[in-house]
């Protein structure tokens, strides 16, 4: 079987053992176990002087090749068009675009710059499978320096309705570029309809459904490729055997300790203006309000370590998480209850399931999310004998899987928390029959049958261009 390439805007750091983060990480280093072959991409070092230099290491069958950035890449490619423009567009906030050309310019050069250091390490029979948005023109910068193999591309946050995408300036150009893969991954229908939309209503092609599963066919810009939604998952049975591990351990054990008897209601996110936790912090806000036989009786806990702490949007939405919390707890907390411990530290992945396993109420309120692993990694944690409620927004990709979540929307502060109050309540046996429905759902599409979905449609796309091309 051909190798597989992985190029990706940072490559998952690397215990001898693997990758140490879970999810996405360990399903494609599987893949890669198995194929043989390479990950690609960004080291996440900045060097403020010097030129980068691609540095190799070998795991077994596996290549990890990784290469630093020169500051002024880092800022136009990484931190300037990547995540100033095309996160805020791509999650609904037009009101949070910063767009500069030069940056624009500077994400177009480094995604050319990347793919020059990756065309001497290919080899002819190479699958190649570029993620996410930091990424968006490389498969047209690999065609430019002659490569002919097959290349696919997932989006991993949402694509947005065509309306919100014409705010970026370079639209067209993007999505043209997006056109230079042979087949398109994203996480849901919803994104793949919005694509489809722009592709029709604004590049004037056109798109031809597949019969389910095969991907559908796109014609625009001059080419043919595929596309369908893939939405990602994770392993359920390993992460519902982290959380027994890790209940047994001392984070969580000090943290029952602390809360009596009181009911837990859980979140955990990077801290991100997406993740709608102001208004989260609200709706538990409203609970109280309302319900006064909440107050000490149930504790909220969000852990939300910052990430990309040097840009201006996540330093104000860490101020305005700060000032909630602290009015919040201000108002309500007793000498013996805080109501929102508000957290700032990674913890590891058997500790967030532990906890998860502990609590009753898994809150998981963004107001644009690709997927949401937390949702699924939530579920997957429960005990099937006393399972917890998962709260969901509708905005979550992960929404239009799971079916037995309470789903509200995340602008309506009320609803939000009618749901609390609905999830810290519900009996016993609609708590189990959800967590049945929704188990079942993510044992069903675990990350080795996302992976393998696209993998076995990017196989079969490329051949079609090839029996395409010799006729
Ligand atoms: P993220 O926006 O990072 O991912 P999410 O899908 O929730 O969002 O994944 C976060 C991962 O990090 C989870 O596995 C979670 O357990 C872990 N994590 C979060 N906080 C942590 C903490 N304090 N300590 C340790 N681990 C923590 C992007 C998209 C999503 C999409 C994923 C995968 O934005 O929509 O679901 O990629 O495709």
Request: a neutral charge.
């Amino acid at each position: 079987m051909s190798r597989l390439i992985i190029v990706s805007n940072r490559v998952a750091p690397i215990s001898e053992g693997g990758p140490a983060a879970g999810g996405l990480a360990v399903g494609v280093y599987d893949a890669l176990k198995e194929t043989g072959g390479m990950w690609f991409g960004w080291s996440g070092d900045v060097l403020s002087s010097g030129q980068p230099h691609m540095q190799v290491v070998e795991r077994g069958p596996v290549t990890f090749a990784t290469i630093g950035l020169v500051r002024r890449d880092y800022d136009q490619y990484y931190r300037g068009f990547s995540n100033a423009t095309l996160w805020p567009a791509f999650h609904y906030r037009p009101d949070l675009i910063q767009y500069d050309r030069h940056d624009f310019e500077g994400y177009c050069r480094v995604n050319a710059w990347l793919a020059q250091q990756l065309v001497p390490l290919l080899q002819a029979d190479d699958v190649i499978w570029v993620h996410d948005y930091h990424l968006i023109p490389f498969a047209e910068a690999l065609r430019a320096a002659g490569v002919k193999n097959r290349i696919g591309f997932f989006l991993h946050i949402p694509f947005p309705a065509a309306q919100v995408l014409l705010s970026v300036p370079p639209h067209r150009e993007l999505v043209k570029a997006l056109c230079s893969f042979d087949l398109l991954g994203f996480q849901t229908q919803r994104d793949l309809r919005a694509f489809s939309d722009y592709i029709v209503s604004e590049a004037g092609g056109e798109v031809e459904p597949g019969l389910a599963p095969a991907p559908a066919t796109v014609r625009a810009f001059g080419r043919t490729l595929r596309a369908a939604a893939y939405p990602i998952g994770v392993y359920p049975d390993e992460v519902a055997q982290l959380a027994k591990a890790g209940t047994r351990g001392k984070p969580v054990r000090t943290m029952k300790a602390t809360l009596h008897d009181r009911k837990l209601i859980m979140s955990v996110d990077r801290l991100d203006y997406s993740k709608g936790l102001v208004e989260r912090f609200r709706a538990f806000e409203r609970l109280l309000d309302r319900s006064p036989a909440c107050r000490n009786q149930v504790s909220f806990v969000q852990i939300a370590p910052p990430t990309r702490a040097d840009m201006h949007a996540y330093q104000d939405i860490r101020l305005r998480l700060e000032a909630e919390s602290g009015r919040i707890n201000g108002r309500f907390a007793e000498l013996d209850w805080t109501p929102i411990r508000y957290i700032h530290r990674q913890y590891e992945r058997s500790v967030l399931a532990a906890l998860f396993r502990q609590s009753h109420v898994g809150y998981v309120t963004p107001l644009r999310d690709g997927m949401n692993l937390v949702a699924k990694e939530y579920v997957s944690a429960q005990d099937p004998d006393d399972p917890g409620v998962l709260v969901l927004s509708c905005f979550a990709g992960a929404a239009e899987e799971l079916s037995g979540a309470l789903i509200v929307n995340p602008i309506d502060i009320d609803g939000m928390a009618d749901a609390l109050g609905e999830a810290l309540a519900m009996p016993l046996a609609e708590r189990r029959a959800r967590y049945r429905d929704m188990i079942a759902q993510l044992r069903e599409n675990n990350v080795s049958v996302w992976r393998d979905n696209f993998m076995r449609d990017l196989r079969a796309a490329g051949e079609k261009r090839r029996t395409a091309k010799t006729r």
